[in-house]
């Protein structure tokens, strides 16, 4: 059990003003075998709470009691509490030791002191729940992210610890993996009753836990099942927070008269369990007996008139603009490391076009090539063998400068610390300006012009420390820095990775206000498709090096089992349809949002109520 | 174009299933432990011609790609020219430097000056490439298995062997993540306008030296992430703490054959150092 007694905790007092505490006034119980989500926007005090629960921190005022043991007491107690409390963090690469499998799974044990055929049992145990005995042997430098999380947590369930805590290990990974990892987490919960307490801020991954904690300011807000929780979507909105899909679809459906669903739809299991009550059901299946057996869902989409006068209207613009691409590519291979026993292959025979003035998603699991791509399409390297054209030029020539690239193209990397390298705001935005010898007026006019475009007043932010940004307005500072350089075209390397619903929202939407300006081409890479569905004119499928197919965001939601293979996952939307097809045959699955996905739940039902 | 870990070799491992890598990693150290101290004990050009006829056979026995192992001496490689340079001109005494080829006020070449300046060079090459051996062929677990065996009689004289080891696994951990961290900022960098290939030295220095501050920030944040990832996994030091090790250490005959044969060459070259004439 664990008992959180009126804990307030504060990092650090030397800052003036003292910051705020991250966690304060908390009570919380959590009885053993408890199953448990922590939500709520960055810097709500959720991290800060787990790692007082790990004893890693320990509280300013009040008591932490793990089984009866104070997390503060030190000495023996100490030892007791981490050897019981195990915690995943978000980067696996922060937390992994060793350098194989087997022997950072075993690194828990070994410090445990237990004796050798011990360890051994445990780490074989380990290696099974989690799927990983055919890795053991194998570097962790060579697994994906998804497979270096799973060694993770197998290095924290081979100590056997009661309770087990989750800093948002699913940041890094995307759709199936995490699912997966979710399930056999709360599997391994009701097998061995450990205590999972995870911290997310997807939405959609909270509705399978029991209970559903809302942190905001460092305190607790809701407490309760997740029907409870979610049934006060506008209060979490106004946290920064937001309800699945699926129970926002459920809603409106309400609305629209489904009295059959239940009051917080929460799985899209329920919203098709509340149909077979529909006195219509019978009508449905007899259309479904009606239709051609075996026809793909591709094949029935193509066969709606509207869909093919769009598609070939922006297969026509798109083909337009193919005279004026910005870049292309065609057989682009590319190595790292090459030359060396590590090297690799990450362009294996690219061939992609990036028109101009366009929005183009690059869109593939991890090691399909996308930073390398970006890396390309900065000038950062070069082509090893196959044609980049820029602007027309050949970039492998002797007469193409590289700088024209690096001039024209601006990037916003996947981490934003990394690319903000002074110490104010004012001054990182005008390292590209300065370094490019503008004259100061026109510098300063630069700055203030690209601040105001991603939302920062110039005069309250010019002379703020960069470090003291939040996560979100770093973001916007390197953005801001990428605009002062006056780019044509801007490359965003995963944006959204570890923003919470709201920054994430905040981001979509000044990318969106970007794409409006004249002729500015924006690239976007993503490993899922949630983020570029709405937002991309042209969306490329990368896999191992190669694109695998490219289209319009409604083309490529048509390839449902190649984008499966790919661990790629589709848009909640479209996820929700393909569920809904097996009982309404009639409904499009290729929806782009959920407004498209509400009207054609409506049409479905109307196509069903005509023939009776 | 930007690729700094192409050419940052030292502190790799390359598992290639070599019979190298699979030898007992207490051998491994205490052979580069000897035959380090060999090359720094001998002196004659025909004990290293021996030496060079032994690494042969090592390079050849490792299965590493030969321009890969002198890839890593490239950056040492300037540093070496320079000292040799500097010591021939300075490295000057009547007494010892009969045959003086040129000299200039303070500056002076001797023959003698070239020659032994030359086996200082040659000693530092084996050295390193001893020591970089080591480092291809021997894993980090078994780098800290068998370091913590070879001096765990020192731990009884008070020496923390065990904690040194892991500072000393950790910082080999946060080569190749730092190399990857320069080269994230220079890409950063680049993509803003700084260009690392123009200028003058001087110039590209100071260009390095702004990558240093976010360089430390991010590389103190890691540490400061590892070691209470470290922490919850119960490693530290209390009283009365002791690992235990998952792997047990066997000394298997192609070990010990492989010590004797090292402890062998290492008696004839030194004999070969005694008697050779030059």
């Known amino acids: 059990m664990l008992e959180i007694q009126d804990v307030t905790f504060s990092y650090g007092t030397s800052e003036e003003p003292p910051a705020p505490p991250a966690v304060r006034d908390v009570n919380l119980g959590i009885d053993s075998g408890e199953t448990i989500a922590i ?111 799973r060694v993770a947590v197998a290095g924290i369930l081979a100590m056997r610890p009661r309770y087990l805590l989750l800093d948002e290990p699913t940041t890094m990974i995307s759709g199936h993996t995490a699912k997966q990892l979710l399930d056999t987490v709360r599997r391994l919960a009701s097998e061995r009753d450990i205590t999972v307490i995870h911290i997310t801020h997807f939405m959609h991954e909270v509705s399978a836990f029991k209970r559903v904690i809302v942190m905001d300011e460092g305190r607790i807000l809701m407490d309760g099942t997740p029907a409870d929780v979610f049934a006060r979507a506008d209060e979490l909105r106004s946290v920064g927070l937001d309800v699945p899909m699926v129970t926002r679809l459920g809603q409106r459906l309400r609305v629209q008269g489904w009295a059959e669903l239940p009051q917080v739809v929460l799985s899209i299991e329920e919203l098709k369990e509340a149909e077979p009550h529909h006195p219509l059901d019978s009508v449905w299946q ?41 870049f292309e590519l065609r057989d682009v291979h590319y190595t790292h490391l090459r030359g060396t026993p590590f090297a690799i292959e990450a362009l294996h025979g690219l061939s992609l076009s990036i028109p101009e003035g366009q929005t183009v998603a690059l869109v593939g699991p991890t090691k399909s090539g996308k930073s390398t791509l970006v890396d390309l399409l900065a000038g950062l390297i070069k082509p090893a063998s196959g044609t980049l054209l820029f602007e027309g ?28 390298f002074e110490d104010t705001v004012g001054k990182d935005v005008s390292f590209g300006p300065r370094y490019k010898k503008v004259p100061l007026a026109e510098s300063r006019r630069l700055v203030q012009e690209s601040l105001e475009a991603v939302g920062l007043p110039y005069e309250d932010f010019r002379t703020r420390y960069t470090y003291a940004l939040s996560g979100g307005q770093k973001r916007r500072v390197a953005i801001a820095g990428v605009l002062a350089l006056q780019p044509k075209a801007i490359i965003f390397d995963e944006p959204t990775a570890g923003l919470d619903p709201r920054g994430r929202r905040e981001l979509l939407e000044l990318i969106e206000k970007l794409k409006e300006r004249n002729n500015l081409s924006i690239v976007y890479t993503s490993s899922s ?37 790919l661990d790629i996952a589709l848009p909640e939307p479209a996820q929700i349809a393909l569920a809904l097809h097996e009982i309404m045959p009639t409904i499009r699955t290729d929806v782009l949002s959920l407004e498209e996905l509400e009207s054609e739940i409506e049409k479905a039902k109307t196509k069903a109520t005509k023939p009776a | 174009m930007i690729e700094l870990s192409r050419n940052v070799t030292f502190g790799q491992y390359i598992n290639n299933g070599s019979a190298i890598t699979s030898m007992d990693p207490r051998v491994k150290i205490a052979s580069a432990i000897l035959l380090i101290t060999l090359v720094s004990f001998i002196g004659s050009f025909a004990a290293f011609a021996l030496c060079l006829l032994f690494c042969i056979n090592l390079q050849w026995a490792s299965h590493i790609s030969v321009p890969y192992v002198l890839r890593s001496f490239k950056p040492i490689m300037i540093f070496l020219i320079i000292i040799y340079v500097i010591e021939v001109l300075f490295y000057y005494s009547p007494t010892q430097h009969t045959t003086l080829i040129w000299q200039w006020g303070i500056f002076a070449v001797s023959w003698e000056g070239i020659i032994r300046s030359a086996a200082t060079i040659v000693r530092v090459l084996f050295l390193y490439y001893f020591a970089s051996m080591l480092m291809f062929t021997t894993s980090l677990v078994d780098l800290t298995d068998g370091s913590e065996a070879l001096f ?106 492989a010590l004797s044969l090292v402890i062998v060459f290492c008696i004839v070259t030194v004999v070969v150092n005694f008697v050779a004439p030059f």
């Not at chain 1, 004119?537 to 089992?561: C, K, N, W």
């Not at chain 2, 961290?181 to 260009?207: C, P, T, Y």
């Not at chain 2, 400061?224 to 996994?233: C, I, T």
């Open chain 1, 39 to 149: 939500i709520g926007q960055n810097g709500s005090g959720k991290s800060t709470l787990v790692k007082l629960l790990a004893a890693i921190l320990k509280p300013t005022h009040g008591t932490i009691l793990v089984d009866d043991l104070r997390t503060d007491a030190g000495g023996e107690a100490l030892w007791t509490i981490r050897q019981h409390v195990g915690i995943v963090f978000q980067n696996p690469d922060d937390q992994l030791v060793a350098n194989t499998v087997i022997d950072d799974i075993a690194f828990g044990p070994e410090n445990l002191g237990l004796p050798r055929f011990e360890i051994e049992e445990r780490v074989q145990e380990a290696m099974s729940l989690l799927d990983l005995e055919s890795y053991a042997q194998m570097a962790i430098s060579e697994l994906s992210v998804g497979q270096k999380q």
């Open chain 1, 286 to 326: 007899g259309l479904e007996a009606g239709r051609p057996q075996g026809s793909s869902l591709h094949l029935e989409n193509k066969s709606t008139p509207t869909r093919d006068v769009e598609t070939t209207l922006v297969a026509g613009s798109l083909e337009d603009s193919f005279a004026r691409s910005l």
């Open chain 1, 393 to 420: 030029a050949d970039v492998s020539t002797t007469a193409f400068a590289i700088e024209r690239i690096r001039t024209t193209v601006g990037v916003v990397f996947q981490s934003p610390e990394s690319q903000i």
């Open chain 1, 529 to 565: 498709l949630a983020d570029v569905i709405g937002l991309a004119d042209l969306i490329y499928v990368l896999d191992q090096g190669r694109m695998v197919f490219g289209g319009t965001p409604r083309e490529i939601l048509a390839h449902v089992s190649e984008l499966a293979a």
């Open chain 2, 152 to 257: 765990s009689p020192l731990q009884r004289i008070g020496v923390p062997v065990n904690a040194l080891v892991m500072v000393l696994v950790i910082a080999f951990k946060f080569v190749p993540i730092l190399v990857a961290e320069v080269e994230r900022l220079m890409k950063a960098q680049a993509a803003r306008g700084v260009r690392f290939d123009k200028g003058n030295i001087f110039r590209r220095s100071i260009k390095f030296a702004s990558l240093l501050v976010p360089l430390f920030l991010s590389g103190f944040r890691r540490a400061e992430m590892l070691s209470m990832a470290m922490e919850a996994r119960c490693y530290g030091s209390h009283r009365g703490w002791r690992r235990s090790k998952r792997r047990e250490l066997r000394l298997k005959r192609y070990d010990v054959l």
